[in-house]
C-alpha cells in the first residue's frame, strides 16, 4: 500500500513576537488518522504552534502545508483553509448570545452557505456526537464547563474538518468534568480523525496518542510512541520534564 | 391672594395656556423630529466610525479618534452657533433647523462611537478567533459574533447619552428653531405671563418620559445570561 501523504507537513517554521523568537525552526508531519500529542513546560512555543497551523498567529518563516495546501502563499484563501481545520480552545469560546445549536450552526451557514434547515440537521448530529443531543436550545451560560467544550467540538466537527486541533482543551475544567470531554475525543480517534492535541493529561496520551512531541524553547526536542517519551527519554530535558509532570 | 393663587395666575394660567397650545404643540412636532434625525443621523455615524476604525487602520483611526475628542470637547451650543454663523462665511449658510440637527449629530457620533467601539474591544479576542477558525471572515464575524455582544454592552450608557443629547434640541431655541422652547418663550413673550414655559415643561417631559422608559425596557431585554 502506498504511504499517504502528510494531512499536515511544517517545515522551518519560525515565529517571533517582535525581539524574541517563540518557534525557532519546527519540522513536523501529521499523517492521515494520525494522534499527535504535543507536550512541554509553559512558554514552550505549544499553542503558538498549533495557532499558526491556522494562521491564527502569522509564522515568521518556514512552510505549512495543509492536505496539499501551502497556507502561506500569497494566493491562498485562508478561510477555505480554516474551515477545514478544526480548533479547540482551553477556554471553549463559544458564542453566549447563541443556543448551543446557534454556535454550530453559525459558520455553516455564513461559511457553507447552507440553508437553515439543511444547517440545523448536520449541528444536530455534530451534537448528537459529543453526547449533547438534548442541550440544542442551552445557552452556554447555561451549560458545564465539559458541555461547552462538548459543543465546542461539535462546532469544529460540524464543518468536516479534515485535522482538529486542540490546545489544552481540558484544562479549565473541574477534574470530574475531564472525562466527557476525553471520552469525546477518544471517540474520534477511534472514527479516524487526525488530531494535534496539546495536554498534560498524560493518561490520556499514553492510551490514544501515536506518538509523543516534546517542545522545550520553540524546539522539538524529542519526538517518539508515548512509551519511549514517557518511558524512556533520551534528552535530559525530556527527563527532567517528564519527571516533573509524573510526579505531579 | 395667597401664595399658591399667586403661583398658580404666574405659571399655570389655563386661558393663556389654550391660547398657545397649538404653538407648543407645534414646537413640540419641530423637536421630535429634530430629535429623531438626530438619534438616527448619530447613531449611524457613531457606529459606522466604530466599524471602521476595528479595521484598525492607523490614519483612519487617528482621524476618527480627533473627530471623537473634538466633538466630545466642545459644548454643543458653541458647534450650533459655529455652524448657524460661521458657516456662511464659508459659503453654505444652513437653517437653524440643520445647523442643530448636523451640531447635535456630530456630538452624538461622538459619543456613540466611543460607546460602540468600547463595546466592540469589550468583546473577548478568543471570540474573534473562534470565528476565524471556523472560516468565518472579518466582516462576518463582526456581524455575528462581535457586534451583538458590543451592543449588549453598549445599550445602558448608549440610552443615557443619546437622552442627554437629545435634549440638546432645546439649544435650537438660539438659533431660531421653533422647537419646544423657543415657541413657549415665544409665547411667554406675546402673553407677559410664564405659563406656556410650563406647558413647555409638560411636554418635554411627555416625550422623554416614554423614551427614558424604553431604554430601562431594552437595557432588562438585553441582558443575557453569561
Ligand atoms: N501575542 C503574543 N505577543 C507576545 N508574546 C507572545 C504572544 N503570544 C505568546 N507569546 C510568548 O510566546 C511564548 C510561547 O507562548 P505559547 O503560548 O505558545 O506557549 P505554550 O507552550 O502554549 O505555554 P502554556 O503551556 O503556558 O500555554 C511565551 O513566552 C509567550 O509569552
Ligand atoms: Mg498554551
Not at chain 1, 447563541?98 to 440537521?121: S, Y
Not at chain 1, 526536542?221 to 527532567?240: K, L, M, Y
Not at chain 2, 407648543?24 to 455615524?45: D, E, P, R, S
Request: charged share 20%; proline share 6%; net charge positive.
Amino acid at each position: 500500500m502506498q504511504r499517504e501523504p502528510p494531512v499536515l507537513s511544517i517545515r522551518g517554521l519560525r515565529k517571533s513576537f517582535g525581539a524574541t523568537e517563540v518557534l525557532r525552526g519546527i519540522d513536523l508531519d501529521v499523517r492521515p488518522r494520525e494522534l499527535v500529542f504535543v507536550i512541554g513546560p509553559s512558554g514552550s512555543g505549544k499553542s503558538t504552534l498549533l495557532r499558526c497551523c491556522n494562521r491564527l498567529e502569522e509564522p515568521s518563516d518556514g512552510s505549512i502545508l495543509f492536505d496539499g495546501t501551502d497556507i502561506r502563499a500569497p494566493g491562498t484563501d485562508i478561510n477555505a483553509v480554516r474551515r477545514r481545520i478544526g480548533m479547540v480552545f482551553q477556554s471553549f469560546n463559544l458564542y453566549p448570545h447563541m443556543t448551543a445549536l446557534g454556535n454550530v450552526t453559525l459558520a455553516l451557514r455564513q461559511v457553507l452557505k447552507k440553508p437553515r434547515r439543511e444547517a440545523d440537521e448536520i449541528a444536530a448530529a455534530a451534537l448528537a456526537r459529543v453526547g449533547l443531543a438534548d442541550k440544542q436550545g442551552a445557552y452556554p451560560g447555561e451549560l458545564s464547563g465539559g458541555q461547552q467544550q462538548r459543543v465546542a467540538i461539535a462546532r469544529a466537527l460540524a464543518l468536516e474538518p479534515k485535522a482538529v486541533l486542540f490546545d489544552e482543551p481540558t484544562s479549565a475544567l473541574d477534574p470530574e468534568l475531564v472525562g466527557s470531554v476525553l471520552q469525546v475525543m477518544r471517540d474520534l480517534r477511534e472514527a479516524g480523525m487526525t488530531m494535534v492535541v496539546v495536554s498534560h493529561e498524560m493518561g490520556f496520551a499514553r492510551a490514544a496518542a501515536d506518538r509523543v512531541v516534546f517542545m522545550d524553547q520553540g524546539e522539538i526536542v524529542e519526538e517518539g510512541p508515548p512509551a519511549a517519551i514517557f518511558g524512556a527519554p533520551q534528552h535530559a530535558r525530556t527527563r527532567a520534564f517528564v519527571d516533573q509532570i509524573v510526579r505531579h | 391672594m395667597n401664595a399658591w393663587d399667586r403661583f398658580a395666575a404666574t405659571f399655570l394660567d389655563t386661558d393663556v395656556m389654550a391660547r398657545y397650545l397649538p404653538d407648543i404643540a407645534a414646537g413640540f412636532a419641530t423637536t421630535v423630529w429634530l430629535a429623531l434625525l438626530v438619534v438616527l443621523a448619530g447613531l449611524a455615524l457613531g457606529l459606522a466610525l466604530a466599524l471602521l476604525r476595528s479595521l484598525r487602520f492607523r490614519p483612519l483611526s487617528a482621524l476618527i479618534v480627533l473627530h471623537v475628542d473634538l466633538f466630545r470637547a466642545l459644548p454643543p451650543l458653541v458647534v450650533i452657533v459655529l455652524l448657524y454663523f460661521a458657516m456662511p462665511n464659508a459659503g453654505w449658510s444652513p437653517s437653524g433647523f440643520v445647523a442643530t440637527w448636523l451640531a447635535l449629530t456630530l456630538v452624538l457620533s461622538a459619543f456613540a462611537e466611543e460607546i460602540f467601539w468600547g463595546g466592540i474591544l469589550s468583546v473577548p479576542k478568543g471570540q474573534w478567533e473562534a470565528a476565524r477558525s471556523t472560516g468565518l471572515g472579518f466582516l462576518a464575524t463582526l456581524t455575528w459574533v462581535v457586534l451583538p455582544q458590543a451592543i449588549r454592552v453598549t445599550i445602558p450608557p448608549l440610552t443615557n447619552r443619546t437622552i442627554a443629547i437629545t435634549k440638546g434640541t432645546a439649544l435650537g431655541s438660539v438659533v431660531a428653531v421653533s422647537e419646544i422652547l423657543a415657541s413657549a418663550q415665544t409665547a411667554v413673550s406675546f402673553s407677559f405671563n410664564p405659563s406656556p414655559l410650563t406647558l413647555g415643561a409638560a411636554a418635554y417631559v411627555v416625550l422623554f418620559f416614554p423614551v427614558v422608559l424604553f431604554g430601562r425596557w431594552v437595557e432588562t431585554r438585553f441582558a443575557w445570561k453569561r
